[in-house]
């Protein structure tokens, strides 16, 4: 096992160390137990691919068709990162 610092806001602070009293464990146990969870590893299944699915729907489309899949599935984010790129 290796030591990691990394720098906490207060609020987290006192969450963490008022969750470690609670179940009596360190505040490293807590932390990684926490860590586990959000990044899926080391619970013995598999990990969640937040991609894997897209544009996923009943009626399956060829992979010719990515292109204009993706323009439907992500049309607001595409259009608003292209109006912030003209800076307006």
């Given at each position: 096992?290796?030591?990691?610092?990394?720098?906490?806001?207060?609020?987290?602070?006192?969450?963490?160390?008022?969750?470690?009293?609670?179940?009596r464990?360190?505040?490293?146990?807590?932390?990684?137990?926490?860590?586990?969870?959000?990044?899926?590893?080391?619970?013995?299944?598999?990990?969640?691919?937040?991609?894997?699915?897209?544009?996923?729907?009943?009626?399956?489309?060829p992979?010719?068709?990515?292109?204009?899949?993706?323009?439907?599935?992500?049309?607001?984010?595409?259009?608003?990162?292209?109006?912030?790129?003209?800076?307006?």
């Open positions: 096992m290796k030591r990691t610092t990394i720098s906490l806001p207060d609020d987290l602070v006192v969450a963490l160390e008022r969750e470690a009293r609670r179940g464990q360190s505040r490293s146990e807590v932390a990684r137990v926490a860590l586990r969870a959000y990044l899926q590893v080391g619970n013995g299944g598999t990990r969640e691919l937040p991609f894997a699915a897209v544009g996923h729907n009943e009626a399956a489309r992979a010719a068709e990515l292109d204009q899949l993706l323009r439907e599935e992500w049309a607001d984010h595409i259009e608003r990162d292209s109006f912030d790129d003209r800076g307006r």
